[in-house]
Nanobody, 127 residues
Framework: QVHLVESGGGLVQAGGSLRLSCAASGQSFNSYVMGWFRQAPGKEREFVAAARSITWGGGNTNYADSVKGRFTISRDNIKNTVYLQMDSLKPEDTAVYYC?????????????????WGQGTQVTVSS
């Protein structure tokens, strides 16, 4: 069982930056692929980024095309925390951002493959 708590959301102007954090409680954090998803009003939840633990034989990451080059996912396996650094933010990045975890090694972009979810944190980018 993993309990996830996001933080770091807020209001930022276009072109600005935010860093989201997701603290995981429970054991075996290194066994989980950690992902970020987002959901804008009236839209489906969509994949943002995912990161595999280095314990799976090498860190591996996956990004949605819409955020490549602007967002960076990282994880601190000592603090049991995953981060999402968001730079060059755009109004279309406005959404509730969710942290998710799944057991395994695949940095899949399919939300149904994730087992645990946080409560979400709001990110609003003004133009």
């Amino acid at each position: 069982q993993v309990h996830l708590v996001e933080s770091g959301g807020g209001l930022v102007q276009a072109g600005g930056s935010l860093r989201l954090s997701c603290a995981a409680s429970g054991q075996s954090f290194n066994s989980y692929v950690m992902g970020w998803f987002r959901q804008a009003p009236g839209k489906e939840r969509e994949f943002v980024a995912a990161a595999r633990s280095i314990t799976w034989g090498g860190g591996n990451t996956n990004y949605a095309d819409s955020v490549k080059g602007r967002f960076t996912i990282s994880r601190d396996n000592i603090k049991n925390t995953v981060y999402l650094q968001m730079d060059s933010l755009k109004p279309e990045d406005t959404a509730v951002y969710y942290c998710a975890a799944r057991i395994g090694s695949s940095v899949t972009d399919l939300d149904r493959r994730y087992d645990y979810w946080g409560q979400g944190t709001q990110v609003t980018v003004s133009s």
